[in-house]
Each structure stands twice: as structure tokens, then as C-alpha cells.
């Protein structure tokens, strides 16, 4: 059996990797794949917390993020594509449609 702190690293450097995606980067899709790395590492959390703690509460609230994170991707794509029609971009500078 895997020891739980590796599990704890692992979330780390998911959530590491998919902070740094959304802080660096300007296209948008690639700042969405970074958002879900993070749900991802979160999820890799919960679960080993649930294992550690012998609890399903974890699990069951890995299942919730999980089915949020589908959601999100959803909506997040079809807001691309609308935004796409408009602006023919996807780069995170230059949609200002909120702006004055």
C-alpha cells in the first residue's frame, strides 16, 4: 500500500503546477486545464484524507468536486466558443467585453 504522504505530495504538485498554468498563462483554454488540475489535486486529497481517516465522507466529496468540475468545463468551453464567435481570439488579454 501506497504510504498517505505520497499521496499529499502528488496533490501538492498538481495544485503547484496548475496554480502556475493559471497565473502565467494567456490563452484561455489552457488557464481552464490548469483549473481543473487544480479540482484534480484537490480531489487526489480528499481521497487520501478518506483513506487515512478510514471515513467515505472524502470520497463522497471527491464525487460532488467532480461532477462541479464537469460543469465548470461545460460552461467554461461554451463561454470559449461564444467569446471565440466575437472576438475570434483566445487570448485572455484582449477579451475586454466587461469593460467600459
Do not use: C
Amino acid at each position: 500500500m501506497i504510504p498517505t504522504p505520497w499521496y499529499l505530495m502528488l496533490g501538492t504538485a498538481l495544485f503547484t503546477i496548475g496554480v502556475i498554468g493559471v497565473l502565467t498563462r494567456r490563452n484561455v483554454i489552457v488557464i481552464l486545464m490548469s483549473i481543473e488540475l487544480i479540482l484534480n489535486a484537490v480531489n487526489v486529497n480528499l481521497v487520501a484524507f478518506s483513506d487515512y481517516f478510514r471515513s467515505v465522507d472524502g470520497q463522497v466529496f471527491a464525487i460532488f468536486v467532480i461532477t462541479d468540475a464537469a460543469a465548470e468545463a461545460a460552461i467554461g468551453l461554451a463561454l470559449i466558443i461564444a467569446l471565440f464567435r466575437n472576438k475570434e481570439t483566445v487570448n485572455a488579454d484582449e477579451i475586454d467585453l466587461l469593460k467600459w
